[in-house]
C-alpha cells in the first residue's frame, strides 16, 4: 500500500516537472488555429519524406487544433461512406490553399511500447511547415482516397525555363500498405487541415501543390509561394526528374 502511495506522488511530481508542450495561434482570416506540438527545429532533406498528414477534417469551427493526426480509432465517423460522392477533383468541387503566414510545426514521431508517442525518442523530426486546406467548395461530397494522409496532392517547382516540374509522386501513385486505414470523404462545407514541410538551402524557387487523382490529366493547383532549396534539389528540379517515393 505504501509503496503504491510513493509510485503515485513520483509520478505525480515528474508530471509537473516535465515540459510543457507549447501552444500557437493563428489566424487564417476564417478561424484561429490552434497548433499544439513541439517547436519545430529542423528542414525537410529529402523529397521521398515528402507527404501531407491530415490534421483536421471537419466543419470549420471558431478555433480548429492541428496539433495530432487524426486516427481511425478516434475518428469512427471516417468508416461512413455517403450515399454518392464525387471521385474526379476539379476546381468545381475542391479548392487548396497555402497559408505561408502560419509557420507551424510538421512532427514526425514514433510510438513507444504502449502504443503511445514516445516525446523522448531521438527519431522524432519537427519539421518547419506552412499550412494546407483544402475545401469542398461544391454541395456533393467528394472522395480523397484511402489514406491517413492525403494521398492525391503533390508537389512542383519552377525551373529556370519557366517549366513547372513535378518533383514528387502522389502518395497514391505508390505502393502503400493501406490496411486499416479509412476513405476519405470531403462533406460539402468542409475542409482538410494539412501541413507542408518546408526545405532549406541557397535557391529561391517558386513552388505549388497540384491536388487530383494520378490518372486526371486536370489538377487544382494552390497558390504559388517560395520554398529555398540547396544544390541537390536543384538539379532535381532544372533536370525535371520526378522522386519516386520509397
Not at 508517442?117 to 522524432?124: E, Q
Not at 491517413?148 to 518533383?167: A, D
Request: hydrophobic share 35%; proline share 4%.
Amino acid at each position: 500500500m505504501r509503496t503504491g502511495i510513493i509510485i503515485s506522488l513520483l509520478l505525480l511530481l515528474s508530471s509537473c516537472f516535465r515540459k510543457p508542450i507549447p501552444v500557437s495561434y493563428f489566424n487564417t482570416g476564417t478561424f484561429i488555429l490552434e497548433d499544439t506540438v513541439f517547436t519545430a527545429n529542423e528542414y525537410l532533406k529529402s523529397l521521398e519524406d515528402d507527404s501531407y498528414p491530415i490534421f483536421y477534417i471537419g466543419p470549420t469551427t471558431d478555433t480548429i487544433r492541428t496539433g495530432k493526426r487524426y486516427w481511425l480509432r478516434r475518428e469512427k465517423r471516417f468508416r461512413e461512406h455517403p450515399p454518392y460522392c464525387v471521385y474526379k477533383l476539379s476546381g468545381a468541387n475542391v479548392a487548396i490553399q497555402v497559408d505561408t503566414l502560419s509557420a507551424v510545426c510538421q512532427p514526425v514521431e514514433y510510438l513507444n511500447e504502449d502504443r503511445v508517442i514516445d516525446r523522448y525518442c531521438d527519431s522524432n523530426r519537427y519539421y518547419h511547415a506552412s499550412v494546407v486546406l483544402i475545401r469542398n467548395i461544391s454541395d456533393t461530397a467528394v472522395s480523397m482516397g484511402i489514406s491517413f494522409s492525403v494521398s492525391t496532392v503533390h508537389r512542383e517547382m519552377l525551373n529556370s525555363r519557366g517549366q513547372w516540374v513535378k518533383v514528387t509522386e502522389k502518395l497514391g501513385e505508390g505502393w502503400f500498405c493501406g490496411t486499416g486505414q479509412p476513405h476519405i470523404y470531403l462533406m460539402p462545407g468542409e475542409l482538410i487541415v494539412s501541413k507542408i514541410s518546408h526545405f532549406t538551402g541557397a535557391h529561391r524557387v517558386s513552388c505549388r501543390l497540384a491536388l487530383g487523382r494520378s490518372y486526371d490529366t486536370s489538377q487544382v493547383y494552390s497558390n504559388t509561394f517560395t520554398e529555398c532549396i540547396d544544390d541537390s534539389l536543384l538539379r532535381v528540379v532544372e533536370e525535371n526528374i520526378a522522386i519516386k517515393r520509397r
